[in-house]
């Protein structure tokens, strides 16, 4: 009989004490939002406060409603375990945000103003917070690594689990090919120069470059120089110059090339762009190598 009172009686202190805390902390919310809201312009911010707010109430309830339903337990230690894994389980997934957030700010993946790619996302970082970090979209209908103007808000655990390119780190240049096919009929070698005269204008000064390296990854930049390759494709001769640029830089450089280069064509009457082309036969119209001896591919055969 003692110990059912005994335990009646916990209940009711325990009671009495949930009640306590609900109402003082919710009291406490109520106070804090009054004097703050008031003082607020943005309704955006009036929203988030209102939302975190909540939050932070609701953690101190269960915490508490958590810590007096469970003091009867010999060890603490082990209430404290227990919660500790629930919120664990419950927040897995921003704690790893905010281990992706210590990775970012410690190891410095990227920073506010590099080019980044990640995943099947790329752009600009604007903004590096604690549970996300925020992109200037490039990419997607637009050309050429050219900005969309949309904002990407991407979570900071996808360091974790998705490939990071930097575009600016380490090297703060990226290697741009121009390639030029023209016909087989053409003067592949007067080309050839025309691609090597107009890449050299444009090329960097080397001296910028080297002073743009960085000694923080092993280079494995041999030569740094502007470069035309030659090759043959199945409708013409293709001749590539290659060059560095700055990452932001691409589609300018690539639209002045090409400007230089179609005048230098337009003026070089041994040199003729090409592209694919397809040749139909009519044995109808054209006849057959029975019909016309005279064809280049006809044969005599001797007796």
Do not use: C
Request: net charge negative; charged share 20%.
């Amino acid at each position: 009989m003692n110990q059912l009172l005994e335990f009646s009686s916990d209940h009711v202190v325990n009671l009495v004490l949930s009640t306590l805390v609900l109402v003082i902390i919710f009291a406490l919310r109520y106070l804090v939002l009054r004097a703050v809201v008031p003082r607020l312009a943005d309704t955006e911010v009036v929203y988030r406060a209102r939302k975190l707010s909540f939050y932070v109430a609701v953690g101190l309830v269960l915490f508490f409603l958590g810590w007096i339903w469970t003091r009867q337990l010999a060890n603490v230690g082990s209430f404290i375990g227990l919660l500790s894994a629930g919120i664990a389980i419950a927040l897995s997934d921003v704690l790893k945000n905010v281990a992706g957030w210590v990775l970012i700010v410690f190891r410095r993946p990227f920073k506010v103003g590099d080019r980044i790619e990640v995943g099947a996302d790329a752009g600009d970082v604007i903004d590096i917070g604690v549970f996300r970090f925020t992109l200037m979209e490039i990419r997607n209908w637009v050309d050429a690594d050219q900005t969309t103007g949309r904002i990407l808000h991407i979570p900071n655990a996808t360091v974790f689990s998705e490939p990071l390119a930097n575009y600016n780190e380490g090297f703060p240049y990226i290697w741009v090919e121009i390639p030029v096919t023209v016909t087989f009929e053409s003067d592949w070698q007067h080309a050839r120069d025309m691609v090597a005269r107009t890449i050299q204008r444009h090329t960097l000064d080397p001296d910028q470059v080297a002073a743009g390296s960085h000694d923080r990854y092993v280079s494995l930049h041999r030569n740094l120089a502007s470069a035309v390759y030659v090759d043959v494709i199945d409708y013409g001769v293709t001749v590539t110059g290659r060059l560095l640029v700055p990452p932001r830089g691409r589609r300018l450089v690539t639209s002045k090339i090409w400007q230089d280069l179609l005048h230098a064509i337009n003026g070089a009457p041994d040199v003729e762009l090409a592209y694919p082309t397809t040749r139909f036969f009519r044995a109808d119209l054209e006849g057959t190598a029975h019909d016309n001896p005279d064809r280049d591919d006809t044969k005599s055969h001797g007796d």
